[in-house]
């Protein structure tokens, strides 16, 4: 079967650095996904890694471990509209693109 | 905004009544994909279509259906409404080219309350 686990809330200063963490066990193993959901809002993406290294997009950045089964999305200079829910998903092989989504950790970003 | 569309953006209904959530996806993505998102739940997938067809199920209930039209469109029929089918509903889409493995970019939802 298929199992993702992150924290599920995580507190940070404006300004400072935090890390989200997620782990993952599943088979035919394709690529994550962070995707930022704002309350009531739709998720969108952030960034998508399937080989193992770091991938840096301004002030996010998101590593893969494909041998540890992890991941970690890096939020650099936090602002308050950070504040929101990230979600780790994992694509499958042979699954016709098919996700499978963790249940979130929300962040909430205190001046 | 990711260019899917979802309409309503809220329903209310009563138990035992049937709805119908529309969708939209991006302008050349051929697939859409259903999630259920519950209070302080993950996304559960439900359902995915490809040009028409169905592609994967998900924990989608029995009283629940989806269909893709020629023009791309997609609909979600839920029936026979229960109190724990208040949710958001989110679709999603992707081109499906055959690539490793595509972004889904979703559409705002549809928030249904079930009294």
């Known amino acids: 079967g298929q199992n993702i686990d992150q924290p599920t809330e995580m507190t940070a200063t404006e300004g400072a650095i935090v890390q989200i963490n997620c782990t993952y066990q599943?088979?035919?193993?394709?690529?994550l996904f962070w995707y930022q959901q704002h309350a009531g809002e739709a998720p969108t993406f952030l960034s998508y890694?399937?080989?193992?290294g770091l991938e840096e997009k301004g002030r996010f950045s998101s590593f893969l471990s494909r041998s540890k089964g992890y991941s970690y999305l890096l939020l650099k200079e936090l602002q308050m509209k950070d504040s929101a829910s990230y979600l780790c998903?994992?694509?499958?092989?042979?699954?016709?693109?098919?996700?499978?989504f963790g249940a979130g950790t929300r962040l909430a970003v205190h001046p | 905004d990711s260019g899917v569309t979802q309409t309503p953006k809220h329903l209310i209904t009563a138990t035992g009544q049937r709805v119908t959530l529309r969708c939209s996806p991006r302008?050349?993505?051929?697939?859409v994909y259903w999630y259920q998102q519950s209070l302080d739940q993950g996304l559960q997938f439900l359902i995915q279509?490809?040009?028409?067809?169905?592609?994967a199920k998900g924990n989608i209930l029995e009283r629940f259906s989806a269909q893709q039209f020629p023009d791309l469109h997609s609909e979600l029929n839920l029936s026979s409404l229960e109190l724990g089918d208040s949710a958001l509903y989110f679709c999603?889409?992707?081109?499906?080219?055959?690539?490793?493995?595509?972004?889904?970019?979703f559409g705002p939802g549809t928030r249904l309350l079930v009294l």
């Open positions: 999603a889409s992707s081109v499906l080219s055959g690539a490793l493995q595509e972004t889904q970019y």
């Open positions: 599943t088979s035919g193993f394709n690529g």
């Open positions: 890694n399937v080989l193992d």
């Open positions: 998903a994992v694509g499958f092989s042979g699954g016709y693109n098919k996700l499978i």
């Open positions: 302008s050349g993505d051929l697939s």
């Open positions: 279509y490809y040009n028409g067809e169905e592609r």
